[in-house]
């Protein structure tokens, strides 16, 4: 406990430093052209498809998990 505080601390200084960066210009012209073109949407599906498959898999290794510890609870 000791030695994560510290390093927790300076972390977090190191954030705020970067937090306290102004953008000159807060548009994205790479981000402005995807979402003319309707590629954003793209991105946007690939992204929740990764999520979904996460949180499948998930649900998966929980209920093996479950079967697991009730063949435990048996013996």
Not at 11 to 29: C, G, H, K, M, R
């Amino acid at each position: 406990m000791k030695k994560v505080f510290p390093l927790l601390l300076s972390l977090l200084i190191v954030s705020f430093n970067t937090l306290a960066q102004t953008a000159v210009d807060p548009s994205v012209p790479m981000a402005d052209k995807m979402r003319e073109d309707g590629k954003i949407w793209v991105v946007v599906a690939v992204v929740a498809i990764i999520f979904a498959g996460i949180f499948i898999n998930l649900l998966r290794l929980e209920s093996k998990v479950g079967k697991i510890e009730k063949e435990l609870k048996i013996k």
